[in-house]
T-cell receptor
Framework: NAGVMQNPRHLVRRRGQEARLRCSPMKGHSHVYWYRQLPEEGLKFMVYLQKENIIDESGMPKERFSAEFPKEGPSILRIQQVVRGDSAAYFCASSPRGTTLYEQYFGPGTRLTVT | KQEVTQIPAALSVPEGENLVLNCSFT??????LQWFRQDPGKGLTSLLLIQSSQREQTSGRLNASLDKSSGRSTLYIAASQPGDSATYLC???????????FGAGTQVVVTP
């Protein structure tokens, strides 16, 4: 059973470009969480999705950031018009159920560098 | 608002010593608490999950305790090894959707 997969592992974008980060959950998991780790800061929750639904996006910046988890395919975190402050490691985690009974399994992360 | 704190921020011990890592949280109304390990440039590896109804969990050399009333969890690692060198993170779940609120982590170095 493959773990949570994220790609790309490293992404370099110039200011103003778009960044697309992909997350494929573990097999059988239909719940995805995205977290961001800014340099010298802890991990912060961004968004929680189920297939075709955004359940909680309370941690997402109000502008330029969006997330989706379509019926088929990976979950996508999209950052439009990136700025240097978006440089961070972005992690996704998956769970078989969106409840508190199950562990979240993390992917290796995508390290975004904005130049 | 839940605040999760880990003290100390860094810890260095000689090989063979037991490690004691502390995690405190301000809101005792947690659903569970999870301990992770993070190696440099890597993702997070789940170590132990303690439900709010439990007082401890054990896996091999690892033991984690949970005291909701005092807002504390402690991770014990017995007989530390250089391979245990990593950053250890605790995270509390305070809503029914399971989203994690993380501490800043304790960076551990085990010297041979």
């Amino acid at each position: 059973n493959a773990g949570v997969m994220q790609n790309p592992r490293h992404l370099v974008r110039r200011r103003g470009q778009e960044a697309r980060l992909r997350c494929s959950p573990m097999k059988g998991h239909s719940h995805v969480y995205w977290y961001r780790q800014l340099p010298e800061e802890g991990l912060k929750f961004m968004v929680y999705l189920q297939k075709e639904n955004i359940i909680d996006e309370s941690g997402m910046p109000k502008e330029r950031f969006s997330a989706e988890f379509p019926k088929e395919g990976p979950s996508i975190l999209r950052i439009q018009q990136v700025v240097r402050g978006d440089s961070a490691a972005y992690f996704c985690a998956s769970s078989p159920r969106g409840t508190t009974l199950y562990e979240q399994y993390f992917g290796p992360g995508t390290r975004l560098t904005v130049t | 608002k839940q605040e999760v704190t880990q003290i100390p921020a860094a810890l260095s011990v000689p090989e063979g010593e037991n490690l004691v890592l502390n995690c405190s949280f301000t809101d005792s109304a947690i659903y569970n608490l999870q301990w992770f390990r993070q190696d440099p440039g890597k993702g997070l590896t789940s170590l132990l999950l303690i439900q709010s109804s439990q007082r401890e969990q054990t896996s091999g050399r690892l033991n984690a305790s949970l005291d909701k009333s005092s807002g504390r969890s402690t991770l014990y690692i017995a007989a530390s090894q250089p391979g245990d060198s990593a950053t250890y993170l605790c995270a509390a779940v305070t809503d029914s959707w399971g989203k994690l609120q993380f501490g800043a982590g304790t960076q551990v170095v085990v010297t041979p």
